[in-house]
């Protein structure tokens, strides 16, 4: 069992995905899904997200959270064309507690297909069963329904929510270069934990996907 000396190494395999360790050859296609509008408005990521941005996130910032056991970033790509669709992230992670925070992002040209769940389920599977963690939180904002459709397909309780806890980004409609204003907003506190997995893989399967997972 992974201690807080850092996570694995790892990879994980779904039906229709694949999770693994970003590389270099993933700079320019994240760079480009951390500009999507519907990225920049529920994340804090810096905007315009250049490729040296994702340069420096890739081989810098992810793999000393995942060697220093704060968290782990993985790439989430199609298993046939390998293509990425996303990105998991597990953060704040408490080793103590054996908990940690996931969030998701999605590229634009991915959504609707499932696979934020799908990606966000392996890597809960993952955690829990090889990493024997106990607890994951998710924290989604007010009005970031698609984000919180994940959490509800997963399986995640619904906890509360935490008071102009966010900064969300609005376009500017008075601004001719169309420039982005900060909008405080709420946050919704959701939890998983390994006994609400049950059932989850097959009521997922029912919609046309199997969510159980491979990793190595």
């Not at 069992?1 to 296609?29: N, Q, Y």
């Not at 490729?51 to 992810?62: C, G, S």
Request: proline content about 4%.
């Amino acid at each position: 069992m992974t201690t807080a000396s850092g996570f694995p190494d790892i990879s994980i395999s779904t039906e229709r995905l694949v999770l693994r360790p970003f590389d270099e050859a993933d700079i320019t296609a994240y760079a480009e899904m951390m500009n999507d509008e519907l990225v920049t408005a529920w994340t804090a990521a810096p905007q315009p997200y250049t490729e040296a941005d994702a340069r420096a996130y890739i081989t810098e910032v992810a793999p000393a959270e995942r060697a220093e056991g704060r968290g782990i970033v993985l790439a989430v790509t199609e298993f046939l064309t390998q293509r990425l669709v996303g990105s998991v992230r597990l953060r704040h992670t408490d080793w103590r507690v054996r908990s940690s925070e996931l969030s998701y992002v999605t590229a634009p040209w991915a959504r609707g297909e499932g696979y934020a769940s799908e990606a966000a389920l392996a890597t809960a599977q993952w955690l829990f069963h090889d990493q024997k963690f106990e607890r994951i939180e998710l924290r989604t904002a007010a009005d970031n329904t698609a984000a919180q459709q994940v959490a509800q397909k997963i399986g995640c309780i619904s906890e509360g929510v935490l008071r102009g806890a966010w900064i969300a980004r609005v376009r500017n409609g008075g601004d001719p270069l169309g420039g982005w204003i900060d909008l405080r907003t709420d946050l919704i506190v959701w939890s998983l934990l390994p006994e609400d997995l049950e059932g989850v893989s097959d009521q997922l399967a029912e919609s046309g996907f199997t969510s159980f997972s491979d990793w190595n």
